[in-house]
């Protein structure tokens, strides 16, 4: 078979929004989600790609999400601000509310954003690099549903929890960590089944609460966090300050509402804007200067900033397009023509 041509992210983007407009999603939601899953597929970050459209199609085909649900924004004129999604895609709030969080956190210095009330599948940096694009620092975080094992621990609890983190840097792309808070993203586990690949040791216990590189066990068991009690600790963070907090879902509530871990999860989101510059004022030095003496220094051992690979990807696939997998144009192609009977 001929190789297919690889895609811009634009067309990428135009052919997963007809799917979700075609499955039945708002405007709104259909643009904003389909944009992170074709960000993800250009940053070569394919747990949260491609690959997950068709479970956003099982959860709308189960009625799990609001389809037409528009997001609110509440804002008070105080630091925190509020989405209620009203039980649609997280994406399209969080685009409507993210340039009042960036100008309120240069106004007071920090603000907050919390994000009620929405589905969420989605990897986290796409928001924190919005962020750090309108000038602010951010820290993102959210629950999921309940997969990982506490430290110590054999059974599912807590979720994947994904943190991510964002500093912006001037005339360069930002410095941005986003990662789960189990050793990896449910998605990798997902991905190695469907490889029919074994994980590697450390990522999961299996029913009976005894390690598994079986991809097929680990799903059924549970994952571990990542550093131990460490990672632990920060997962519980999550869920206290991205659940409990906010009068949220956490992730073992998210999964009892589900009814299991194969359908998108609802539950709420936090997202924290920072000005360096508010919190740097009357202090010695240049906060942006002095953190790029600090990257220069990390770099400087010859270890790498996270996201550089990420970025790498992404300045390959604007030079090339991006290159989909032909399992990846299978599945489209059938979401395309079959909508929600494919799933
Ligand atoms: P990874 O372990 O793949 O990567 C974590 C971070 O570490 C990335 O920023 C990565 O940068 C960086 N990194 C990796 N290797 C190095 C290295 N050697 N030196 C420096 N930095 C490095 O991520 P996860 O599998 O934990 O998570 C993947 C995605 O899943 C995230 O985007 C997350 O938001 C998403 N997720 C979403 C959930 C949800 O409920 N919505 C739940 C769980 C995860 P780089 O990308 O450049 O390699
Ligand atoms: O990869 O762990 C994960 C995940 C859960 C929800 C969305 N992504």
Redesign the pocket.
């Known amino acids: 078979m001929a190789e297919r041509s690889p895609v811009t992210v634009e067309t990428l983007t135009a052919m997963i929004e007809e799917i979700f407009r075609n499955a039945g999603l708002s405007e709104r939601q259909a643009a904003a989600t389909a944009r992170v899953i074709a960000l993800a597929e250009q940053d070569d970050?394919t747990?949260?790609g491609v690959y997950r459209l068709a479970g956003c199609l099982r959860t709308i085909k189960a009625g799990m999400v609001k389809s037409q649900a528009e997001p609110v924004l509440t804002d008070d004129g105080s630091a925190v601000l509020r989405i209620e999604a009203g039980g649609g895609f997280s994406c399209g709030g969080f685009d409507l509310a993210a340039p009042v969080l960036a100008e309120r956190a240069k106004t007071l210095g920090v603000a907050a954003l919390v994000i009620n009330d929405c589905v969420?599948?989605?990897?986290?940096?796409p928001e924190v690099e919005t962020l750090t694009s309108l000038g602010v620092a951010a820290l993102a975080m959210?629950p999921?549903y309940a997969s990982v094992a506490p430290a110590g621990g054999n059974e599912a609890l807590l979720?994947?929890?994904?943190i991510?983190f964002g500093w912006p840097r001037v005339n360069r792309l930002p410095y941005?960590?986003?990662?789960?808070t189990s050793v990896?993203?449910?998605?990798?586990i997902e991905l190695h089944r469907r490889a029919g690949t074994s994980l590697p040791e450390g990522w999961a216990v299996d029913r009976e609460g005894r390690p598994t590189t079986d991809p097929v066990s680990a799903l059924e068991g549970a994952m571990l966090p990542f550093g131990a009690h460490k990672g632990s600790a920060i997962s519980t963070m999550v869920e206290l300050l991205a659940g409990v907090m906010i009068g949220d879902l956490t992730s073992p509530e998210a999964r009892d509402l589900v009814g299991g871990t194969t359908l998108a999860?609802r539950h709420g989101e936090l997202v924290l804007a920072f000005s360096p510059e508010r919190f740097a004022a009357g202090r010695p030095g240049d906060p942006f200067a002095r953190a790029e003496g600090l990257f220069e220094a990390i770099v400087g051992q010859g270890?790498?900033?996270?996201?550089?690979?990420?970025?790498a990807a992404r300045a390959k696939a604007q030079a090339e397009g991006i290159h989909l997998t032909e399992a990846e144009w299978t599945e489209l192609e059938q979401l395309r023509t079959l909508g929600l009977d494919a799933v």
């Open positions: 970050c747990s949260h969420h599948f989605s990897a986290l940096w959210c999921s979720g994947t929890n994904p991510a941005v960590f986003d990662f789960a990896a993203a449910r998605g990798e999860p270890a790498r900033l996270p996201s550089q690979r990420r970025f």
